[in-house]
């Protein structure tokens, strides 16, 4: 068969090929709202140098380096209270801002290729991490392939940075008001107020199963009922 006859199916197969491997690594991207809700700490950190330099200053390796890089941790935005970190990584004099519109969905430039994570840390620039504790107890960002886990900071005023804060807020406002929610918060919508005698007679009984000698004192619980003239 001819070359000729032949490149409409080629261009066809590269073309279902390109698109199998868009659609796995997109399936690997952990979305945001896991991100943040999933991160032992988030915290804004600033580039101090290396604690470990690499033993071959012209090699960079796209997996774990045999470098480490010290950070000095300047905001926590969530999870553990730390001061001071050090992670593998690499110290460099270039920029490698995320190329895409905040909030980011997907991790910056020197992460999309080899290991999908990005190991290089511009010296004395902000950085902000999403840490977790990996098997061996270490905080680590190696944990959510291809995420926006490491992102350089423009600025304290970042859009990204900005972001994640708002998202902070608001999850720890959510947890807050689902710690103090009363038992009869957790009924479905349509089902008696908590006014109700019935209710009381429910947590009554709960209460008269655990106290059994209170029991005539737990069915006889109920507020009165009002008379409307």
Known sequence: MEFRKLRPFLIRLGMMSFTTVSWACSAMLTPN???????DAIVRVEVLGYTTPP????????????????????????????????????????????DLPSPYTFVRPGGRGGSYY?????????YLLFLKRIGTGELSVKWAPLAPVNEQLHSSEDP?????????????????LESRAPL?????????APTDPTVYRVASASRASQHPETTHIAQNSAPPAHNSK
Do not use: C
Not at 184 to 192: A, C, D, I, Q
């Open 160 to 176: 990204w940075l900005i972001w994640v804060r708002q998202q902070v807020e608001q999850l720890q406002k959510t947890s807050q």
């Open 33 to 39: 709202p896991v991100l943040i809700g999933n991160a």
């Open 184 to 192: 009869v918060s957790l009924l479905k919508p349509g089902f008696l």
């Open 118 to 126: 990005a190991n290089s840390y511009r010296d004395s620039a902000q």
């Open 55 to 98: 033993a071959n200053t012209g090699f960079r390796d796209t997996g774990v380096p045999d470098s480490t890089v010290r950070f000095k941790v300047i905001e926590v935005l969530r999870g553990l209270d730390i001061s001071d970190l050090v992670l593998p990584g690499y110290v460099v004099q270039k920029d490698d801002f995320n």
